[in-house]
T-cell receptor, first 115, second 114 residues
Framework: DGGITQSPKYLFRKEGQNVTLSCEQNLNHDAMYWYRQDPGQGLRLIYYSQIVNDFQKGDIAEGYSVSREKKESFPLTVTSAQKNPTAFYLC??????????????FGDGTRLSIL | AQSVTQLDSHVSVSEGTPVLLRCNYSSSYSPSLFWYVQHPNKGLQLLLKYTSAATLVKGINGFEAEFKKSETSFHLTKPSAHMSDAAEYFCVVNLSGNTGKLIFGQGTTLQVKP
């Protein structure tokens, strides 16, 4: 079945450590997105990519980095510069759509905690 | 500027009674609107979408929503709640352009009592 796979499901980070969250999709979607979700809040956009080898900052990109070397993959690195990384991270994708009507499809998320 | 407001942070209903989750949006153009559901520790699942076709949109699991331009609303309803409907619900509006960027409401937690 087609879908979005995020791994790991749970991740723990020590202070000063970088960690990378994986997101893989086999939906043949062009665009991919990373969101951060905190309790009682909606989702906030970290980074997005509309095509391979290109990506743009979202609303809260500081302390995060991404790459898009393959269409299927959009890994997110949480760097030590991110001072409050504890959150639930969601990856999404959607097909190319000039009309902007296509919905995004979501993975099951990675929960990151600080040790 | 586009925005979306979910009017209730928490809604509690009894099993078998109707569900109403309220959403108002602000947009300078005709938007695309979505409702997503999120169960604990899971991703978001699309319930339904409005894209300027029929104003009454039917979704999965018996949910539907009505787009009312005059009221700038897109409320989600279901005639009869089921225990499995207990979850977080998000009303979402797209930004203009073709980036696919979305604006999310703060979410409404639906509690279903037996």
């Amino acid at each position: 079945d087609g879908g979005i796979t995020q791994s790991p499901k749970y991740l723990f980070r020590k202070e000063g450590q970088n960690v990378t969250l994986s997101c893989e999709q086999n939906l043949n979607h062009d665009a991919m997105y990373w969101y951060r979700q905190d309790p009682g809040q909606g989702l906030r956009l970290i980074y997005y990519s509309q095509i391979v080898n290109d990506f743009q900052k979202g609303d809260i990109a500081e302390g995060y980095s991404v790459s898009r070397e393959k269409k299927e993959s959009f890994p997110l690195t949480v760097t030590s510069a991110q001072k409050n990384p504890t959150a639930f991270y969601l990856c999404a994708s959607r097909p190319r759509d000039r009309g902007n009507n296509q919905p995004q499809h979501f993975g099951d998320g990675t929960r990151l905690s600080i040790l | 500027a586009q925005s979306v407001t979910q009017l209730d942070s928490h809604v509690s209903v009894s099993e078998g009674t109707p569900v109403l989750l309220r959403c108002n949006y602000s947009s300078s153009y005709s938007p695309s609107l979505f409702w997503y559901v999120q169960h604990p520790n899971k991703g978001l699942q699309l319930l339904l979408k409005y894209t300027s076709a029929a104003t009454l949109v039917k979704g999965i699991n018996g949910f539907e929503a009505e787009f009312k331009k005059s009221e700038t609303s897109f409320h989600l309803t279901k005639p009869s709640a089921h225990m499995s409907d207990a979850a977080e619900y998000f009303c979402v509006v797209n930004l203009s352009g073709n980036t696919g960027k979305l604006i999310f409401g703060q979410g409404t937690t639906l509690q279903v009592k037996p």
